[in-house]
């Protein structure tokens, strides 16, 4: 027998859903510092961001199996945001507060650093900007 796939993306998909249809408000509390998250950094606090993605408030909302990616205004000014699965903490209605929260998961291992260097001879070997973890 295989192996079978994280369940998390499909229970965040259901729950939003969920959420939605009894007229609340969904709100996904995300691990701002997991590798691959990309939400406005000045509006993180304590290393979480809670995001509102009601229908209303965002657009090009894609809950894929690997991560949630939308555009959203914060303080209106446009963002693209961009969550890996595991770095939702929990999805929860802003009403009411109910929904389902998530144990955290490790991040998957950063590639290796031999590969092939798109980034041109001056950029080095640093891949671009990164999230880490400060503790």
């Known amino acids: 027998m295989s192996e079978m796939t994280s369940n998390r993306p499909y229970l965040i998909r259901a729950t939003?859903?969920?959420?939605?249809?009894?007229?609340?408000?969904?709100?996904l509390a995300v691990d701002a510092g997991y590798p691959g998250t990309e939400v406005p950094q000045e509006f993180v606090k304590d290393g979480q961001i809670v995001l509102n993605v009601a229908p209303?408030?965002?657009?090009?909302?894609?809950?894929?199996?690997?991560?949630?990616?939308?555009?959203?205004?914060?303080?209106?000014?446009p963002h693209h945001l961009r969550v890996p699965v595991g770095a939702v903490?929990?999805?929860?209605?802003?009403?009411?507060g109910q929904g389902m929260a998530f144990e955290p998961i490790d991040p998957p291992p950063d590639?290796?650093?031999?590969?092939p260097d798109d980034n041109g001879p001056d950029k080095g070997p640093d891949k671009g900007p990164r999230l880490r973890v400060v503790k």
């Open 111 to 115: 590639p290796p650093e031999d590969g």
């Open 56 to 77: 209303r408030a965002v657009t090009q909302f894609v809950a894929g199996n690997d991560e949630i990616v939308f555009s959203a205004r914060f303080g209106g000014v």
């Open 89 to 96: 903490i929990a999805i929860f209605a802003r009403e009411n």
């Open 16 to 27: 939003h859903e969920w959420i939605c249809d009894n007229g609340l408000t969904p709100h």
